[in-house]
């Protein structure tokens, strides 16, 4: 009888480690979900940053005509009505 129950003890706690560790919701996918958690957070993150850029700027082009000149000035090379453009161009 005791060799029974010893037995039958044994495979009940092989059975339960067999989950713990290689069961569907084991310690390695907990592992692995952990991780990617990590890498969506970290991701959530710099998408978090330049949403802030983002709307740094939207907020710059909506109130001020500084920003918008700078832009126009930078991106499509535009120059005000009584200025002077120079471009150099290097020799080789």
Do not use: C
């Not at 010893?6 to 310690?27: A, D, P």
């Not at 592992?31 to 700027?57: G, M, P």
Request: glycine content about 4%.
């Amino acid at each position: 009888m005791m060799k029974v129950l010893l037995i039958s003890l044994s495979i009940l706690f092989f059975g339960l480690q067999y989950k713990l560790w290689l069961g569907e919701r084991s310690i390695r996918v907990l592992k692995n979900l952990e991780a990617e958690l990590a890498l969506q957070l970290e991701h959530n993150e710099s998408l978090e940053s330049r949403n802030a850029r983002i709307e740094t700027e939207i907020m710059n082009l909506k109130n001020g005509l500084e920003a918008v000149e700078e832009r126009a000035r930078s991106e499509l090379g535009m120059i005000k009505e009584d200025e002077l453009f120079y471009q150099l161009i290097p020799v080789h």
